[in-house]
Nanobody, 128 residues
Framework: QVQLVESGGGLVQAGGSLRLSCAASGRTFSRYAMGWFRQAPGKEREFVAAISSSGGRTYYADSVKGRFTISRDNAKNTVYLQMNSLKPEDTAAYYC?????????????????????WGQGTQVTVSS
């Protein structure tokens, strides 16, 4: 069982930055791949970024590539999402998720049904 708690959301102007954190419970955090997803009102949940259990591989949605960076600190049981050059269209609730690591195609990490555990979400609002 893994429990996830996101933090770091807030209101920021376009062009600004935020760093989201996701703290995980349990001693097996290093065995889980981690992902960030987001959901805006009236829209489906969409993939943002993912990172392998060791941190050696990262994956990004095209819409955030070059602006967002996912990282993890296995000693702190925490995954981060650094968001720069924020745009109004980045406004959404952001969720972190965990999936047991395995041998998967890279596209698998972008599928929300690949993940077994989810946090409660943190709101990010970008004003124009």
């Amino acid at each position: 069982q893994v429990q996830l708690v996101e933090s770091g959301g807030g209101l920021v102007q376009a062009g600004g930055s935020l760093r989201l954190s996701c703290a995980a419970s349990g001693r097996t955090f290093s065995r889980y791949a981690m992902g960030w997803f987001r959901q805006a009102p009236g829209k489906e949940r969409e993939f943002v970024a993912a990172i392998s259990s060791s941190g050696g591989r990262t994956y990004y949605a095209d819409s955030v590539k070059g602006r967002f960076t996912i990282s993890r600190d296995n000693a702190k049981n925490t995954v981060y999402l650094q968001m720069n050059s924020l745009k109004p269209e980045d406004t959404a609730a952001y969720y972190c998720a965990a999936a047991p690591e395995g041998t998967y195609y890279s596209v698998t990490y972008s599928l929300h049904n690949h993940y077994d555990y989810w946090g409660q979400g943190t709101q990010v609002t970008v004003s124009s």
